[in-house]
Nanobody, 121 residues
């Protein structure tokens, strides 16, 4: 019943910016871990960035200094601001979330359908 919906992908030139959003809906007691991964053409799946329940953020070396995570708790939405985009950032970006369903430790892990990011001149 827990779902994620990604949005904000599109076309950007090298050096440009895009902001992705991930909205989570369903029966949620807490969000334990929340992040983005991507997969480009003929490339391995790569974890881009994620944030923990405590607010600690982690970024792949390839995006450090360029991408920034932020949370909107009221709207259950995670944003990924992507600056200084490179052609190598071209990929389908997926949102993943692990949610806590109650106070007893039950969890649920799911991901969305993805949003396409294309960086091209």
């Amino acid at each position: 019943q827990v779902q994620t919906v990604e949005s904000g992908g599109g076309l950007a030139p090298p050096g440009g910016s895009l902001t992705l959003s991930c909205a989570v809906s369903g029966t949620i007691h807490s969000i334990n871990e929340w992040g983005w991964y991507r997969q480009g053409p003929e490339k391995q799946r790569e974890l881009v960035a994620y944030i923990t329940r405590s607010g600690s953020t982690n970024y792949a070396d390839s995006v450090k200094g360029r991408f920034t995570l932020s949370r909107d708790h009221a709207k259950n939405t995670l944003h990924l601001r992507m600056d200084s985009l490179k052609t190598g950032d071209t990929a389908v970006y997926y949102c993943e979330v692990e949610v806590g369903l109650d106070d007893l430790g039950s969890t649920w892990h799911t991901w969305g359908h993805g949003t396409q990011v294309t960086v091209s001149s």
